[in-house]
């Protein structure tokens, strides 16, 4: 199976930080990899396929990019919406894995 | 606008038997694959298992954690999925969502999921 870790698994920023999150695989999965958001209590929202494709809706403050084992997602500016956790997922090969989520909370 | 709802969730003893479905519309249901993800209480999302579309004889892929004790199929006329869950384990605790795959094999659509709670 392949393996997604995630760093960090939580951090604090502030509105209008530029916040980092990546993701490793542990086999190469060239692009086949998604991002998703979700908030307390709801269901998960697409954000990002194919490793830097933005889904339809999604506002361009999010980027995603990397290929094979690294990737990351970008939030070019954080918002009050955006605090939430954050999944990646690798659609390469079954069984599909999800890494373990980044929190990301209010400085 | 699609829509997924998940529905058949509830308080179950080890042991036992489920049956949840996930009504969909707004899309041509037949034509996708669709994934189940469960996420237990405080944890992270996890892949239970995928049934593809008609065009490739309704197959299956399956979690290690799940194979040999949850079956998913589809019926295409109802526009529904459904996953039917024996040997059910206290571990089995979880928020099970439907989602739509696309033809790229990634997930863009989820339901707002339904709880199942295995306990005596």
């Known amino acids: 199976d392949i393996q997604m870790t995630q760093s960090p698994s939580s951090l604090s920023a502030s509105v209008g930080d530029r916040v980092t999150i990546t993701c490793r695989a542990s086999q190469g999965i060239s692009n086949y990899l998604a991002w998703f958001q979700q908030k307390p209590g709801k269901a998960p929202k697409s954000l990002i396929y194919a490793a830097s494709s933005l889904q339809t809706g999604v506002p361009s403050k999010f980027s995603g990019s990397g290929s094979g084992t690294d990737f990351t997602l970008t939030i070019s500016s954080l918002q009050p919406e955006d605090f939430a956790t954050y999944y990646c997922?690798?659609?390469?090969?079954?069984?599909?894995?999800f890494g373990g989520g980044t929190k990301v909370e209010i400085k | 606008e699609v829509q997924l709802v998940e529905s058949g969730g509830g308080l179950v003893q080890p042991g036992g038997s489920l049956r949840l479905s996930c009504a969909a519309s707004?899309?041509?249901?037949?034509?996708?694959?669709m994934d189940w993800v469960r996420q237990a209480p405080g944890k992270g999302l996890e892949w239970v298992g995928r049934t593809r579309n008609k065009a490739n004889s309704y197959t299956t892929e399956y979690a290690a954690s799940v194979k040999g004790r949850f079956t998913i199929s589809r019926d295409d006329s109802q526009n529904s999925l459904y996953l039917q869950m024996n040997g059910l384990k206290t571990e089995d605790t979880a928020v099970y969502y439907c989602?739509?795959?696309?033809?790229?094999?990634?997930?863009?659509?989820w339901g707002q999921g339904t709880l199942v709670t295995v306990s005596s």
């Open positions: 707004g899309f041509t249901f037949s034509d996708h694959y």
């Open positions: 997922q690798q659609y390469n090969s079954y069984p599909l894995t």
């Open positions: 989602a739509r795959v696309l033809q790229q094999g990634r997930i863009d659509y």
